[in-house]
C-alpha cells in the first residue's frame, strides 16, 4: 500500500518559516517527479512547488517563488518544502503529491498518490 506522510506544519508568526517533510511508503518514487499542493479554508487546491526525479530541475507558483524551496532526497523516498517569510495567506493545508512521470507537473491531475495534509497557520 503506497502512503505519502506529511509532517512538519504547524502555527507560525508572520516571518517565519517551517520546513514540511514528506515520507513515501510502499513504493520508491526515485523516478517519479514530486510536488506540493495547498488549499486553503474556502478556496480549491493549488500549486505550490515541484520537483523532477533527480532533483535538479524545479518550479514554483509565483506566490511562492523566493520564499520556498522544494527539494528531495531519493535514498529517503522523502521530498521536503522549506519555507521562510511566512505570509498569512499561506495559511492552509499542504499535501504532498507524488506524480508517475519523471518531469516538473503544476497540475494535480499529473499527480496520482497524495498524502493526507498538514495544517500550516500563519499569524499576523
Known amino acids: 500500500q503506497v502512503q505519502l506522510v506529511e509532517s512538519g506544519g504547524g502555527l507560525v508568526q508572520a516571518g517565519g518559516s517551517l520546513r514540511l517533510s514528506c515520507a513515501a511508503s510502499?513504493?520508491?518514487?526515485?523516478?517519479?517527479?514530486m510536488g506540493w499542493f495547498r488549499q486553503a479554508p474556502g478556496k480549491e487546491r493549488e500549486f505550490v512547488a515541484t520537483i523532477n526525479w533527480s532533483g535538479g530541475y524545479t518550479d514554483y507558483a509565483p506566490s511562492v517563488k523566493g520564499r520556498f524551496t522544494i527539494s528531495r532526497d531519493n535514498a529517503k523516498n522523502a521530498q521536503y518544502l522549506k519555507m521562510n517569510s511566512l505570509k498569512p495567506e499561506d495559511t492552509a493545508v499542504y499535501y504532498c503529491?507524488?506524480?508517475?512521470?519523471?518531469?516538473?507537473?503544476?497540475?494535480?491531475?499529473?499527480?496520482?498518490?497524495w498524502g493526507q495534509g498538514t495544517q500550516v497557520t500563519v499569524s499576523s
Open positions: 510502499g513504493r520508491t518514487f526515485s523516478n517519479n517527479a
Open positions: 503529491a507524488s506524480s508517475l512521470q519523471a518531469g516538473l507537473s503544476t497540475t494535480e491531475y499529473d499527480y496520482t498518490y
